[in-house]
């Protein structure tokens, strides 16, 4: 008697949270879910892939081009970009190779072997590297393997720097305009 009430109990409770469950919605009346049709911001380059070795025509072992660098699917509100590509792992703290801004939305990418001028060509600025130079000064670690992160910023309006500008006046300029933000991340060693 005992058994045949403890299943009864069983049965019962199971009828009852059965219940209380929500019964699913014909088809019919049930919401639509619709699919995100949002793309990744995205930075990739033909010279190399995400954490593989920069070739090196890109480093001062070589002759020292820039990558040719594309980005896709940017924040519709972006206006304009920037690039800051630096190296995380030397010795005397990070190390700025490259900083652009001003690039124009319409833009999605650069050539290798960006001149290594003040004015971009088809638009945009350069500033100036750790290497104390305007544009693009490739890797050139002094021991080891080290990263290069080609950060890539979108922008809700073009920045009032001139040319020439460090990374820290980009940044500080940029405070409050990022709408989008992707990176490549690069590595060489000698």
């Known amino acids: 008697m ?7 109990a069983v ?13 699913p919605q014909p088809a019919a009346t049930q919401p639509a879910i619709q699919k995100e049709n949002k793309m990744e911001f995205k930075l990739t380059s033909t010279s190399f892939k995400e954490g593989q070795p920069i070739p090196r025509q890109h480093t001062c072992d ?9 980005w896709s699917s940017a924040p519709p509100t972006a206006k304009t970009f920037a690039i800051i590509c630096d190296d995380p792992d030397a010795p005397s703290g990070t190390w700025v190779h490259w900083v652009l801004y001003n690039l124009p939305a319409d833009k999605i990418g650069l050539v290798e072997n960006v001149p290594m001028t003040e004015k971009v060509p088809g638009d945009g600025l350069q500033g100036t590297n750790d290497f104390q130079k305007i544009g693009y000064g490739g890797p050139c670690p002094p021991s080891g393997t080290h990263r290069y992160f080609f950060k890539l910023y979108a922008l809700d309006s073009e920045l009032s720097l001139k040319a020439g500008a460090t990374k820290g006046e980009l940044l500080k300029a940029m405070e409050g305009h990022i709408v989008g933000q992707t990176q490549l991340m690069g590595t060489y060693m000698r």
């Open 11 to 23: 049965a019962l409770a199971t009828l009852v949270l059965l219940g209380c469950a929500k019964a």
């Open 2 to 8: 005992r058994m045949t009430s403890a299943i009864l």
């Open 62 to 70: 070589g002759v020292n081009v820039s990558p040719a660098l594309e």
